[in-house]
Antibody, heavy 117, light 107 residues
């Protein structure tokens, strides 16, 4: 069955960077986009961007003003989301998702990133 | 960015009730709208895509409708497992944007 397994919780200081991984299994990794979505405590969901797992093309939300980078390693069937220049407002659960709409959507379990001095 | 406005923000209802949640886009988005259900501590689950299509495995008591600006999610007969928070999402253009959520609680 399709599974997306994310890396564990992180605690970072303001100004640092964090890199979250999302390992896919149960399907052909290069056949789907991987999206990243985050959710601050008690808040709605926020789309961050996607990567085409086949060719590595990316699309990002301008809300992150160049702070987010999404990459993938096809040999490991893993996507990565790196967020730099962290601030307290970046404290959130970060999710990866295979696709976001349509019949093939699957989500990772989420990764809590806490930004605190 | 397209703003997605959901109403109500919270709703109390009983098992067996019919419930409707609405989502309004700040500009026309054709039928590029989906609905998600989220339970505490869990990832969202897709309920409806392309405004009215249900993925495999979603119970038929869920239905979606709308085109352009106004959309609705209807649950025909609430079940205990339906108490959760619901979000709409537009995938018409970038950045994709979610509504602020509707929390459905037991009356």
């Amino acid at each position: 069955q399709v599974q997306l397994v994310q890396s564990g919780a992180e605690v970072k200081k303001p100004g640092a960077s964090v890199k979250v991984s999302c390992k896919a299994s149960g399907y052909i990794f290069t056949s789907h986009l991987i999206h990243w979505v985050r959710q601050a405590p008690g808040q709605s969901l926020e789309w961050m961007g996607w990567i085409n797992a086949d060719n590595g093309n990316t699309k990002y939300s301008q809300s992150f003003q160049g702070r987010v980078t999404i990459t993938r390693d096809t040999s490991a069937s893993t996507a990565y989301m790196e967020l730099s220049s962290l601030r307290s407002e970046d404290t959130a659960v970060y999710f990866c998702s295979r696709d976001l709409v349509g019949v093939h959507v699957s989500w990772g379990q989420g990764t809590l990133v806490t930004v605190s001095s | 960015a397209i703003q997605m406005t959901q109403s109500p923000s919270s709703l109390s209802a009983s098992v067996g009730d019919r419930v409707t949640i609405t989502c309004r886009a700040s500009e026309g988005i054709r039928n590029d709208l989906c609905w998600y259900q989220q339970k505490p501590g869990k990832a969202p689950k897709l309920l409806v895509y392309a405004a009215s299509s249900l993925p495999s495995g979603v119970p038929s008591r869920f239905s979606g409708s709308g085109f352009g600006i106004d959309f609705t999610l209807t649950i025909s007969s609430l079940q205990p497992e339906d108490f959760a928070t619901y979000y709409c999402l537009q995938d018409y253009n970038y950045p994709y944007t979610f509504g602020q959520g509707t929390k459905l609680e037991i009356k």
